[in-house]
Nanobody, 122 residues
Framework: QVQLVESGGGLVQAGGSLRLSCAASGNIFRINDMGWYRQAPGKQRELVARISSIGVTNYADSVKGRFTISRDNAKNTVYLQMNSLQSEDTAVYYC????????????????WGQGTQVTISS
């Protein structure tokens, strides 16, 4: 009922920047929290950044000061601006959105994007 489409990943040199986007479409009444997670090879998925419906943000310590999460509610889209990228940031990045459906406005459902690869070369 809801699709999340991510874009913006790729290969970049250390110190460079990338901007990820994640757009939701479908049977959407409202989107609550939006977030970005990442999973590096051999590691568990971890939270990178999260933003509430009113714009309150929180970040993993490892990305504070380098990454910025933002959202455009009119477009049901969340962004992750990543600056000063380091080799440790190499991972598959997933977006997640807490969606309240038009067909069932009494509860929230978590949806995930398909993942986008971010590779930092040293």
């Amino acid at each position: 009922q809801v699709q999340l489409v991510e874009s913006g990943g790729g290969l970049v040199q250390a110190g460079g920047s990338l901007r990820l986007s994640c757009a939701a479409s479908g049977n959407i009444f409202r989107i609550n929290d939006m977030g970005w997670y990442r999973q590096a090879p051999g590691k568990q998925r971890e939270l990178v950044a999260r933003i509430s419906s009113i714009g309150v943000t929180n970040y993993a310590d490892s990305v504070k000061g380098r990454f910025t999460i933002s959202r455009d509610n009119a477009k049901n889209t969340v962004y992750l601006q990543m600056n000063s990228l380091q080799s440790e940031d190499t991972a598959v990045y997933y977006c997640s959105q807490g969606v309240v459906l038009r067909s069932n406005p009494l509860r929230e459902y978590p949806y995930w994007g398909q993942g986008t690869q971010v590779t930092i070369s040293s």
